[in-house]
């Protein structure tokens, strides 16, 4: 088990999950889908669950099953977690910040950022860390999951949230 990740990841999770939970117990969490057309919401929301899914899965691949990692590959992991976490954690609190002052709407932006960063930079070293254990397709089987289920993530932050939720959040007035 990577203690270091898992307390990266459960603080990470607990203050995002803190600020989602405050957004919708507020009344004000449908104005987080700024400039998202109702149409459009159930496929935001449909994407958002798989991805919830799939950050479930490489909870799992990172933190336990993948208990042999390179020095350098452990620190690409981790600082991508606290990209991923820590970004998700401050978008809800500076989405109402920028709605209610629109001067501090990047910062909305730069919190997307961040997790479109880390959820890049996770693919990406993991797509180069390969497990090259012949004798053991298994490990190269969970290796493919996890890159599958990082392209999933890194295509709904990047392209859901920051490229397509983000211009539409910055035109609202």
Known sequence: MDR????????GGILT???????????????????VSPENRLYYSISGIFAGLVFIYLFYYYVFYRKEKTKEFSNFVNVSMAFITFGSAMWVPVTFLGLSNPKYKLLSIFALLLVSIGSLLLL?????????????SGKNTQWA??????SIFAFHVTFLD???WGPGYLSMS
């Open 162 to 164: 920051l490229l397509s």
């Open 17 to 35: 999950f803190a600020t989602y939970y405050y957004a919708y117990q507020s009344g004000k969490g449908l104005t987080l889908w700024a400039d």
């Open 145 to 150: 999951l996890a890159i599958t289920a990082a």
């Open 124 to 136: 990406f070293s993991t797509a180069m860390e390969k497990d090259n254990n012949k004798k053991n």
């Open 4 to 11: 270091d990740l898992l307390i990266i990841i459960i603080v």
